[in-house]
Nanobody, 123 residues
Framework: QVQLVESGGDSVQAGGSLTLSCAAS?????????MGWFRQAPGKERERVAT??????QYADSVRGRFTISQDKAKGLLYLQMSSLIPEDTGVYYC?????????????????WGQGTQVTVSS
């Protein structure tokens, strides 16, 4: 069983910055899987924000150039540095993981999920 625990969500002004963290259980440090950040805005479907594996780093078009995903695999930590935040970035941000190394865009392809952390960007 993989546990993912997010932290770092907050309320910020537009143009501000925020860094999210996700702590993964030991199992994820021993396999070559893919981890990612997804978000869900009120009334909308959950969407991929960014994913990372040993072989690739990918971003949604809406965040490319503003967000940076990184990981400390040995410690089981995943990060999302967010800058130039806009109100459209508001939502619950989820950490997700899959055991395979290739990163998919679809929510359904990720087996493990955290409980989510709220990010609110006000104008």
């Amino acid at each position: 069983q993989v546990q993912l625990v997010e932290s770092g969500g907050d309320s910020v002004q537009a143009g501000g910055s925020l860094t999210l963290s996700c702590a993964a259980s030991t199992y994820m440090t021993t396999i070559d899987g893919c981890m990612g950040w997804f978000r869900q805005a009120p009334g909308k479907e959950r969407e991929r924000v960014a994913t990372i594996s040993t072989y690739s780093t990918q971003y949604a078009d809406s965040v490319r150039g503003r967000f940076t995903i990184s990981q400390d695999k040995a410690k089981g930590l995943l990060y999302l540095q967010m800058s130039s935040l806009i109100p459209e970035d508001t939502g619950v941000y989820y950490c997700a993981a899959r055991e395979e190394y290739w990163c998919h865009v679809e929510v359904s392809d990720y087996k493990y999920w955290g409980q989510g952390t709220q990010v609110t960007v006000s104008s």
